[in-house]
């Protein structure tokens, strides 16, 4: 992309900053920077334009840090140079916990990932009332933040358009709505963009929650400008779930809305990752030590063929791990001549385990990883490695060493895993892809497709992928590196910056 | 409707016939006649029209009776006058086994239910595979004995049209494009219509099959003329369904399919109650017998305003009874000016108890009714009385004596509990009803709506019906009386037989 030729003014808003602090003995506030591909192409923005952002307190250091500069807005420094303001808000622990704990997980992030059987789950209490209204509160005080900010902008350059506000994914859902409705009277409306960053189902699994939730979801999101999805499929079923609840005129062609005489545009931003930042991580001395631990783990094999599968996770049911250990419990059934020939090594990091369905689930990957090597393991060969924690350097290892990377979530916004593993490989590993991640709309012709429900399909995927000649593998790898490489996460920011000037100036938009 | 004009000549298949036979001590064939809607409607075209029944054998009196007469259809009796030939397909023990307690429950029924939580459930298997195996090998039989009917009825009467064929439900979605790919080269293609019972959920369901069935079962129905649902919903559902799978050309507007060449017809034909038929089992003495017991369960309160609340539902986890005993609870927890005012009665049938999903479910029920009584009960008030046999005159007795019915699955395809029960009540009852099921859009305006995921609604619309005023109800319980004599199950058939007969004759359809 081509520099471009004004700085704009830009709010952003989600959960998790890019930054949290603690404080150190001494009381001074120590930074310690997110990793994830939102902060590095926000943080890229920081270089070109005035960036404010609001997101919330996340721990003891955060509220600490917010206390001691008022609660206003506060200088970064980026990586990358340049720097940004950044505002941190408050809630009391108990409401936030409930927005956090009850509302955004499990209960929205199960339903929007499609893991409740309705007649089981989920259940609907006065509780989980009390938790919306904890979510409400949540919300607004992030939208308050941005009025806020708004207004200071406004003040401070009073010729200049206002901000435009981004908005970022499943916790903060009202706040474009609670934008418009807390907006004091008379202010004028800032261009408010909101993007999803998890599935967004059918209308029938928002049909789980009370009517008027969903309904004021759909109305909030409608306060947009543009709301962006990850997937062609994910802007359909919101389409699809808008008019469900609302009534509102959709046209599917062009992903236009309109409501209540305002126009929304829908429209496709595939999140990616940051190259050079990612490439940089697999050189690192700590990965190349890594790399030898875990490359060890690669069986022999009886003519030097061993082979290493290699999955990289966070311990979520969305992520369908038990499913694909005993897919590959089925694979070395089926096939012994594939014992001492190949094994599995998991990073698997312990996901949200302050939540139940967490822990139940965390136990759950646990027995069928053990009865894995409980049924095949020999005096010398170990078919599974699993290692349990957030190892972020391990994972990165893993990537480089692969000889088969296996990804089978049952729903997935789109699963970096699939880019990042590809990105930094380097022995032409095969790619075994549920055709339910995003991502398999870019990567799909380059990979073996997974169906993560059918254990029997995978266990024959895993085989090709393992049996795969090495030109194909090569060429596939290849072409799977290039494709990563030329979507860089800054191309995601790039489409979304170009469509809102675009949408701005009049002119044709960039994404679909 | 006015009689037709004609006497058609019509093929049904369904998995289950209307009648089942066992073999008496004296070796003779006793018939025993199913009960339910389809049973009358299709017993009422016995005297108008020729009628050949296809089914499969459901016990060894069914074997025996087919044995007996070599396998070809031979005639019977329909209730209201008029005969009708039956021919009862066999299929081996461990093959339809198979077909109906792996593939069709649980997996269709739970499949399209939206029972399934999809980071555990389904697992597809090498064993579900081989279920397909057999799902296909049952349909193709029934497939093959409507060939050699239509082939038969050609013979016969070499002048007239073949019959038309209807074939029912998702234990038999392949025999339509059976019925195209099996016929002997060069014979006549009869006009094929098939009717869902059950909803049609969203693509995205779908997606947990393996894709070459979920293709299988598309192209199948797009070898009908005509689809029929129940509800505009599941209509909607399936055109995007095929369109996702197949890339069929769909038009959600007139209903309308286009695909390799062929027109499929999409229509909503809501199901309904035999109306005579029920009013009549109403007036039958046993019922009488039975209503004195039931009656007696109602309370009778401080002023002798005692009410009881009833429900009637097969022991099904997409009827819901578990969180529906959590909101009955919810409500005597806030509100404990009703104890001893109100009492609530329910008739279960247990269902399928050769699937472990539905023996867990009813250990499920029965726990959390004795929850229920172990929590409120007293000396001289029992709030929950819960009768669990498939007693289906107990149910009638129990609709004569609501008064409140309270029905709330969280998916069903019609729901007929929630018709018959206004057809037959004698206490001005109220009903809440779930907006998950298809009867609401028909009873939607007269009912307390019921969200079946939210116990806390739930509670509250008990509250409400139990408060509404004496005038309310007695207008909504006729609104909803009379909502169901008008449309009768005959009506639902006439519905389909008219759009047959216009499709045939080129003139516009009845039905949307």
Chains 1, 2 share one sequence.
């Not at 004021?216 to 709301?227: H, P, T």
Request: a negative charge.
């Amino acid at each position: 992309m081509t520099e471009p030729d004004r700085k704009h003014r830009l709010l952003v808003a989600s959960n998790r900053g890019p930054v949290t602090f603690r404080v150190a003995d001494g009381g001074e506030f120590v930074a310690r920077r997110g990793g994830g591909g939102l902060v590095t192409a926000l943080g890229g923005l920081a270089r070109l334009h005035q960036v404010t952002w609001v997101s919330h307190a996340l721990g003891e250091g955060d509220v600490a840090m917010r206390d001691s500069v008022g609660g206003v807005a506060f200088e970064e420094h980026a990586r990358g140079g340049g720097s940004y303001d950044l505002r941190i808000v408050g809630t009391p622990d108990l409401t936030y916990d409930r927005y956090y704990h009850e509302l955004a997980n499990p209960l929205l992030w199960f339903l929007q990932h499609r893991l409740y059987g309705f007649g089981w789950d989920p259940t609907i209490t006065r509780r989980t009332h009390a938790a919306w209204g904890a979510y409400r509160d949540v919300n607004a005080r992030i939208a308050d933040a941005l009025i806020e900010e708004l207004e200071q902008a406004q003040q401070a350059q009073p010729d200049d358009e206002l901000p435009f506000v981004m908005v970022h994914d499943y916790h903060l859902f009202l706040v474009p709505g609670m934008l418009r409705e807390r907006a004091p009277e008379g202010a004028e409306r800032p261009f408010v963009q909101f993007f999803l960053h998890i599935p967004w189902p059918d209308p029938g699994a928002w049909r789980a929650l009370p009517r008027s939730w969903a309904k004021e979801v759909c109305e909030s999101l409608l306060a947009c400008e543009i709301v962006g999805f990850q997937t062609p499929r994910d802007a359909e079923n919101f389409l699809r779930t808008v008019h469900h609840f609302l009534g509102a005129s959709v046209e599917f062609r062009t992903g236009t809305v309109r409501y209540m005489g305002a126009i929304t545009r829908v429209r496709t931003y595939p999140i990616s990752v940051a190259v050079d930042e990612f490439e940089e991580h697999a050189q690192s001395a700590t990965v190349r030590r890594l790399r030898d631990r875990i490359s060890a783990m690669r069986p022999a094999g009886r003519d030097g063929g061993g082979q290493l599968i290699v999955r990289v996770d966070r311990t979520d049911p969305s992520k369908n791990i038990v499913r694909g250990f005993k897919a590959y419990a089925l694979l070395l059934e089926e096939h012994p001549e594939l014992h001492g020939e190949v094994s599995m090594f998991c990073q698997l990091d312990p996901s949200r385990q302050d939540i139940a369905e967490y822990v139940d689930y965390l136990a759950q990957v646990k027995q069928a990883a053990n009865e894995v090597n409980h049924r095949f393991a020999t005096t010398d060969w170990m078919p599974l490695h699993v290692n349990l924690d957030s190892n972020f350097q391990a994972g990165v290892a893993a990537y480089c060493e692969y000889d088969v990377l296996f990804v089978n979530p049952v729903a997935d916004g789109m699963n970096l895993v699939s880019k990042e593993g590809p990105l930094v490989n380097e022995r032409d590993g095969a790619v075994v892809l549920s055709d339910q991640a995003g991502s398999f709309n870019e990567l799909g012709p380059y990979v073996v497709p997974a169906n993560p429900f059918d254990i029997a399909q995978q266990a024959d995927a895993m085989l090709d992928a393992l049996r795969m000649p090495a030109h194909a593998r090569a060429e596939r790898a290849e072409r799977m590196r290039r494709q990563v490489r030329e979507h860089d996460v800054r191309d995601w920011m790039d489409a979304q910056l170009a469509d809102i000037s675009a949408l701005q100036a009049g002119e044709p938009m960039v994404a679909r």
